[in-house]
């Protein structure tokens, strides 16, 4: 390698998977915990909180469609994804796969992205579950006042059970990656039993007429129904598919990650695919897209949907595993994010202190403590729309430069040991690329902007210290 070259050795690559001594993590999770890990982020955004979002300014009852989309350019990352973790299985996701075949800047510039993917969509999802508890907690006769559920951009102060949320979860992960895998698996159970009781149940009260026209025509303005519609709403709620991701960054506590690692990301992505499609067809079956609103209370449209159903006591237990699923989304993404983190201070590219492991937990706590009050700072003040379309924006372009490695790996280490490897390549790469870049493409003009903003500051950052203090 010459010295003009910031990929990061192979060699060094494997040594770190293979460590297990002192001030390192520790591998825990076997293939069931890390599907049960990839469920437990993509179940609940999507179905949970987007759905209304897309179905009531987009796409209509063609939601379906755009899900579909959705997992079609996911199916196509996840195959890239899986190869990468099966050669790779290193905290840190698509940072460490940059860093092995892009050089230290595209790794750095994915690293970044990342940090922004899983900080924002932490905090979209506690703006929905604010919005869910205080449905629950209005079924009860009780309210949270609304300037405590919103930030000064939507008229009131912060978002009060947002931050509380942010909080519980982030200490949490502080205490240990076995107690949260714990914690999530049961949440898991208990929500992807509601889902399939409300697909279930709720199959019975679809109105036909609410399906029609299941694609409604184009406004004139592109983005707003037809199927334009239909393109943007696979963008925005798309990023209730990078529960895969997050698996990835959990490489470097899986037990035997080159089997578990292509199971836990592939498993859980059809799962949960599957779920969103029929999930999508019956609430907008259920009630009408234009019922859902718009805000933050079209952040909680199965409540609206389960209305039109007789089954008073669901509507109740519907919501109690929504707000119990959106708190392990919020731990999965929150968990992503430090371990990004945690790979990026082991590199050298950030201060030492995010990659400092508690002496008892083996947790790279003071990471976790950072990111309580960052991730709570975005979900106090910032819109949930404006996060949510961050967070898409941000999911894709990870997802490209994720395919764009595959295709990179396969000419530089053709013969590198591989426990799973991307049929039909360069095809599943190239056709990844062009589905992840047409949704990215059809995002709002604004989401771009502030995207751009966010790469400059990690620029800025990469040349005043990572480039300084950089191992590599």
């Known amino acids: 390698m010459s010295r003009h070259d910031t990929r990061k050795p192979m060699s060094v690559l494997l040594a770190e998977a293979d460590d297990q001594g002192q001030g390192t993590l520790v591998r825990r999770l076997g293939a069931i915990s890390l599907i049960a890990l990839g469920i437990g982020a993509i179940i609940g955004a999507g179905l949970f909180s987007l759905t209304g979002v897309v179905a009531g300014q987009h796409a209509g009852p063609a939601v379906v469609l755009s899900f579909v989309i959705s997992a079609v350019g996911c199916a196509f990352a996840g195959l890239c994804y899986a190869e990468f973790a099966s050669i790779i299985p290193i905290a840190g996701s698509a940072y460490t796969y940059s860093f092995a075949t892009m050089g230290r800047i595209w790794a750095w510039v994915i690293g970044w992205d990342l940090v922004l993917e899983y900080a924002v969509g932490a ?5 929905s579950w604010s919005q869910y508890l205080n449905k629950l907690l209005a079924m009860h006769g009780m309210h949270i006042p609304g300037y405590l559920m919103a930030g000064p951009f939507e008229g009131g102060w912060f978002n009060l059970p947002a931050v509380i949320i942010v909080a519980l979860m982030s200490l949490l992960l502080a205490r240990g990656t076995r107690e949260s895998a714990g914690v999530n698996s049961i949440i898991v159970v208990l929500k992807v039993a509601v889902v399939i009781v409300f697909i279930v149940l709720g199959w019975s009260y679809i109105n036909p007429a609410n399906l029609v026209p299941f694609i409604p025509d184009n406004t004139g303005v592109f983005g ?12 925005i709620i798309f990023f209730a598919y990078i529960g895969f991701d997050a698996v990835s960054t959990a490489a470097q506590e899986t037990k035997n990650p080159k ?4 199971i836990g990301i592939l498993g859980s992505l059809a799962i949960c695919a599957v779920l969103y499609v029929l999930f999508g067809h019956v609430m907008t079956g259920l009630a009408n897209y234009t ?9 909680a449209p199965v409540a609206t949907a389960i209305a039109h159903t007789p089954f008073v006591w669901l509507q109740q237990a519907v919501i109690i595993a929504i707000l119990a699923g959106y708190s392990s989304v919020i731990l999965v993404m929150l968990m992503g994010q430090s371990r990004v983190f945690y790979s990026m201070s082991h590199d050298g590219l950030l201060p030492k202190v995010f990659s400092d492991v508690h002496p008892k ?3 790279p706590f003071k990471s976790n403590m950072f990111f309580m009050l960052f991730v709570g700072a975005f979900a106090a003040f910032v819109p949930g729309r404006v996060v949510g379309e961050m967070t898409s924006i941000g999911t894709l372009l990870a997802f490209i430069l994720v395919s764009i490695g595959v295709l990179i790996i396969r000419k530089r280490m053709p013969d590198a040991p591989r426990g799973f490897r991307t049929p039909l390549v360069p095809l599943i790469p190239i056709l990844g690329i062009i589905v992840c870049g047409a949704m990215m493409l059809a995002l709002p003009w604004d989401t771009w902007l502030r995207l751009v903003v966010w790469l400059g500051i990690g620029v800025v950052v990469y040349f005043r210290y990572s480039v300084k203090h950089s191992k590599f």
């Open 123 to 127: 905090a979209m999802v506690s703006i």
């Open 361 to 363: 937990y083996r947790t």
């Open 291 to 299: 019922e859902f609103g718009k805000g933050n209370d079209s952040l």
């Open 259 to 262: 089997r578990n690692m292509p």
């Open 224 to 235: 707003e129904f037809g199927w334009s519609g239909v393109l943007r709403g696979a963008g």
